[in-house]
């Protein structure tokens, strides 16, 4: 991919829940490593988990932990990290959904009342 460009340098920073997918990821070398297909978190906790970075179009997303994440521009994104780094992080997984069997509702029934 080619050298990322100074799009988003004129903008002011924004906060992670700001950030919408489709914008550039750009490596710490400079280089464009994808786009963001999704912003990982908890925005009621204010919980920033990272980004689901999707390098290219047939491949699968990455996530790139928010430690790695210094800069949030609205349609650009700088990360620590280089685009080897990038392209090494394992491939993005949604967390399991949590599933409640029934028998185990006791504490549930307590605390709604049924």
Do not use: C
């Not at 390098?55 to 928010?66: A, F, I, M, Q, T």
């Amino acid at each position: 991919m080619a050298r990322g460009g100074t799009v988003g340098l004129s903008e002011p920073e924004v906060s992670w829940k700001a950030l919408e997918p489709g914008a550039e990821v750009i490596s710490s070398d400079g280089e464009v490593v994808g786009k963001v297909s999704r912003v990982v978190g908890d925005a009621e906790a204010d919980v920033f988990t990272g980004l689901a970075v999707k390098p290219g179009v047939l491949s699968g997303e990455r996530l790139v932990p928010s430690e790695h994440v210094p800069r949030i521009w609205p349609k650009r994104v700088e990360v620590s990290l280089t685009k080897a780094q990038v392209e090494a992080l394992p491939p993005f997984e949604d967390p399991p959904a949590v599933r409640i069997e029934p028998g185990v509702s006791g504490f549930f029934r307590r605390l709604f009342g049924r």
